[in-house]
C-alpha cells in the first residue's frame, strides 16, 4: 500500500516540462519579479525607533528611611508603561513634532492621539529596564517622538 501524497505536483515531472519549455521559466520568473517590483512600491516603510532606560532601584538604607512602596519591579514597570502612554504625554508630542499633519490639520486631534498610542509601545527587558518603542513612516519623526516621550517620562519621575 503506498502512502496519499501531499503535494499533487509531480516534481520530477515539472522540472522536466521546463527543460523542455525553457519560456515557462523565463514567464514565471518574470511575473515574480513583476509582482514583488510592484509589492515593494505600494507598501510604504515604517520605521521604529527604540530608547532604553534603565530602572535603578531605590539605594536608600533601610535604616535612614522605611520604605512606603512595596511595589516589585515589574508592577513598577507595569504602573510605568501606563504613564508613558498616557493622553497628556501625547497632546504634547503630537502636535509639537506634526506627526500626523494631515489629522492634525483636519482637526481630528482623538484620531492622531489614538493613532499615536497605537504606534508607540513599551517593552520591558529583562526586568531592569524598558524600552518605549515608536513606529512612524517618518524616520526622523519616529526617532524624535521616542526621545520626547522619554524626556517626558524622566522629567515627570526625577
Known amino acids: 500500500m503506498t502512502s496519499p501524497r501531499l503535494w499533487p505536483v509531480d516534481w520530477m515531472s515539472f522540472l522536466k516540462e521546463i527543460r523542455r519549455q525553457p519560456a515557462w521559466l523565463v514567464a514565471l520568473t518574470t511575473i515574480g519579479l513583476a ?23 531605590q ?6 528611611v522605611k520604605a512606603t512602596v512595596t511595589l516589585d519591579l515589574r508592577d513598577r514597570l507595569a ?10 504625554n ?14 492634525l490639520a ?20 529583562k526586568n531592569q529596564f524598558f524600552e518605549i518603542v515608536f ?3 517618518d524616520p526622523e ?3 524624535a517622538a521616542a526621545n520626547r516621550i522619554a524626556e517626558l ?5 526625577l
Do not use: C
Open 35 to 57: 509582482a514583488a517590483l510592484s509589492a515593494l512600491k505600494t507598501v510604504t516603510p515604517v520605521y521604529f525607533a527604540r530608547t532604553s532606560i534603565l530602572v535603578e532601584p
Open 59 to 64: 539605594r536608600i538604607p533601610s535604616d535612614y
Open 79 to 88: 504602573t510605568m508603561q501606563q504613564q508613558i502612554t498616557r493622553r497628556e
Open 90 to 103: 501625547l497632546e504634547r508630542v503630537v502636535p509639537d513634532l506634526d506627526l500626523y499633519p494631515e489629522l
Open 106 to 125: 483636519e482637526g481630528r486631534l482623538d484620531e492622531a492621539y489614538s493613532r499615536a498610542r497605537s504606534s508607540l509601545g513599551v517593552q520591558v527587558q
Open 135 to 137: 513606529s512612524h513612516t
Open 141 to 143: 519623526k519616529a526617532a
Open 153 to 157: 517620562f524622566l522629567q515627570e519621575n
